[in-house]
């Protein structure tokens, strides 16, 4: 049913089908259902050179997208994330239509707390809804949550393996030059930890199609002090490499 709103972004409409569907594309399907989202092709490039990936199947268009398989690891795909919720949970919807059912998410984000450590592990429990997309995949609110049974699993696993996390909610924004002042202090105030630009919309869309959705985003730069701090974030390379790699368990066990 259309509901009608002041505001179109607000307008919801439940209607399962729409006039373009990702099951319009005669992609084909996976012969999985695992994979494993990431933000680093530094680390899909070595994992390649190093023979641990080995390429799946280039989906084409516009923006061609790579989806690799680990050799390790064959049940699981890996593939690279495209920036904001328009890209990247569009792409998870075309994703699931190929028959992926289970999907991890690593990534980086903004700290909004400078406790947080660079490369301190959040595991996503929801995500405060500051972007358009995930509006046309479930009725406004202003939180976005994961399910509860899958991120226990992963903090189960996280657990049980001695790693660290922090568990919470994320701010996903649209606009990366508008995280202004006032704006990180109300996040905050309303629990986010970490501000970034895509999980408020891959959890809609996981929601929506009613599929397994799981993410970890570490400690990137600051914005909690007075001046932007990058923390050298995005050179952390073992880091990075070593989410990858735990994400790859995790969407085998989730």
Known sequence: MFQKNDFPVLEFDDTPTAKLNPESFPFGRFETDRMVITFFPEIVSRLAKD??????????????????RFTQRPDVLLTLGQIGCPACAGNLDL??????????????????????????????DGAIRDEGFSYQYVAPSRVIH???????????????NNIPYLRGLTWTTDAIFRETPDRISRRKEEGAKIVEMEQAGCIAVAQ?????????????DDLSGEAWSSRGWNSREGIRHDLVMLCRELAAVI
């Open 146 to 160: 994961t399910d509860p049974a899958v991120t226990d699993q992963i903090a189960a696993y996280l657990g049980q």
């Open 95 to 124: 994703f699931h239509a190929m028959g992926v059912t289970k999907v991890m998410f690593c990534g980086g984000g903004g700290v909004l707390d400078q406790n947080i450590q660079v490369g301190q592990i959040l595991v996503v």
């Open 51 to 68: 023979g641990l990936i080995t390429e799946e199947r280039l989906i084409p268009g516009e923006n061609p997208l790579m989806v690799y």
């Open 208 to 220: 929506f199609r009613g599929f397994d959705y799981g993410a970890l985003i570490y400690g990137g």
